[in-house]
């Protein structure tokens, strides 16, 4: 077995922070059982020197939330020449900006939803349009700060201009696509299988669905027509390719199927650094394609490199 040594970076400081823990620790002990030397690094704002001590042949990266995914701990891999896994730092940039990102995937034919970006304090009275929309942060993961305005609703969410908003300035209003979510991974150049996340209690897939024990359904593969199954696998794969994606990533979907034969099919967003537990759902998707949790993993770690 290769005794590379893997640096695996997790925990950090942004929202996700927690996820990340949980992320981290699972794949240090799935990349030991690997045959990997590993050190596990939790990341403070010293990293770079520490990592320079350390000197691993390839970093891992666990982290979610800005600075790990948003091209900023790229930027500090490329410049000490550590090959890292997943996305590079264009890439990541351009996928955490989620108004940016949409305009890249339309432009490659990916269907997306109208939607606008303003800043918080410019609501007013007056909806920015017509309900149901939804109001996101335009630089945050795990729907932190995610708000859905119901038809029928008298005025915009309050609490988007209040003191208790920490999510930045900028957000973006999204017309609100009903229906079924779905999602799909895509590793290397290929396309992992289609999942339906079914949230258990909630409204929709938000963090606690996501984390929660018994917060959402996973099923693989999602039990949906072949040509939007295929349809799904084909737009992931479009946008991850169109964003210049690299190693792993995970596209999320809406499906509508209410009020047409062919339904409505919305491309949502693109995570580069999607969660990293045995039973989260990419991990998931590898595993149905045969894949051990461990395998999967050496994967990336072989596929790493700078200038991603």
Same mark, same amino acid.
């Given at each position: 077995?290769?005794?590379?040594?893997?640096?695996?970076?997790?925990?950090?400081?942004?929202? =996700?922070?927690?996820?990340?823990?949980?992320?981290?620790?699972?794949?240090?002990a799935?990349?030991?059982?690997?045959?990997?030397?590993?050190?596990?690094?939790?990341?403070?704002?010293?990293?770079?020197a520490?990592?320079?001590?350390?000197a691993?042949?390839?970093?891992?990266?666990?982290?979610?939330? $800005?600075?790990?995914?948003?091209?900023?701990?790229?930027?500090?891999? =490329?410049?000490?020449?550590?090959?890292?896994? !997943?996305?590079?730092?264009?890439?990541?940039?351009?996928?955490?900006?989620?108004?940016?990102?949409?305009?890249?995937?339309?432009?490659?034919?990916?269907?997306?939803?109208?939607?606008?970006?303003?800043?918080?304090?410019?609501?007013?009275?007056? !909806?920015?349009?017509?309900?149901?929309?939804?109001?996101? $942060?335009?630089?945050?993961?795990?729907?932190?700060?995610?708000?859905?305005?119901?038809?029928?609703?008298?005025?915009?969410?309050q609490?988007?201009?209040?003191?208790e908003?920490?999510?930045?300035?900028?957000?973006?209003?999204?017309?609100?696509?009903?229906?079924?979510?779905?999602?799909?991974?895509?590793?290397?150049?290929?396309?992992?299988?289609?999942?339906?996340?079914?949230?258990?209690? !909630?409204?929709?897939?938000?963090?606690?669905?996501?984390?929660?024990?018994?917060?959402?359904? !996973?099923?693989?593969?999602?039990?949906?027509?072949?040509?939007?199954?295929?349809?799904?696998?084909?737009?992931?794969?479009?946008?991850h390719?169109?964003?210049?994606?690299?190693?792993?990533?995970?596209?999320?979907?809406?499906?509508?199927?209410?009020?047409? =034969?062919?339904?409505?099919?919305?491309?949502?967003?693109?995570?580069?650094? $999607?969660?990293?537990? $045995?039973?989260?759902?990419?991990?998931?998707?590898?595993?149905?394609?045969?894949?051990?949790?461990?395998?999967?993993?050496?994967?990336?770690? =072989?596929?790493?490199?700078?200038?991603?």
């Open positions: 077995m290769s005794q590379k040594h893997v640096a695996v970076l997790f925990g950090g400081f942004s929202s =996700e922070r927690p996820v990340s823990l949980s992320s981290g620790k699972a794949c240090a799935a990349l030991e059982g690997q045959g990997y030397k590993v050190s596990l690094v939790d990341v403070e704002r010293d990293i770079s520490r990592l320079a001590e350390l691993p042949d390839v970093v891992f990266n666990a982290l979610h939330g $800005p600075f790990g995914e948003d091209g900023t701990i790229q930027g500090v891999l =490329e410049y000490l020449q550590i090959p890292y896994t !997943h996305s590079g730092v264009a890439a990541s940039a351009l996928a955490m900006d989620k108004a940016r990102a949409k305009l890249v995937a339309r432009d490659a034919g990916v269907p997306v939803a109208e939607s606008l970006v303003m800043n918080r304090f410019a609501f007013g009275s007056e !909806h920015p349009m017509p309900a149901p929309y939804v109001v996101k $942060p335009v630089r945050e993961g795990s729907s932190f700060g995610v708000v859905i305005v119901q038809e029928g609703q008298a005025h915009p969410p609490v988007i201009t209040s003191s908003w920490r999510y930045g300035d900028e957000v973006l209003v999204e017309r609100y696509i009903g229906g079924r979510e779905f999602t799909c991974g895509v590793m290397g150049d290929v396309a992992l299988g289609v999942t339906e996340i079914v949230p258990q209690g !909630h409204s929709f897939y938000d963090y606690d669905s996501k984390y929660a024990a018994g917060g959402s359904k !996973h099923v693989i593969p999602a039990e949906i027509s072949p040509n939007i199954y295929q349809k799904i696998q084909r737009l992931a794969l479009t946008a390719q169109a964003i210049g994606c690299r190693g792993v990533t995970r596209s999320d979907f809406r499906y509508d199927e209410r009020f047409s =034969e062919d339904g409505e099919l919305i491309w949502l967003e693109i995570n580069t650094q $999607p969660g990293m537990t $045995p039973t989260s759902l990419v991990p998931e998707m590898a595993g149905h394609a045969g894949y051990s949790f461990g395998e999967f993993l050496r994967w990336m770690v =072989e596929d790493a490199s700078c200038l991603r």
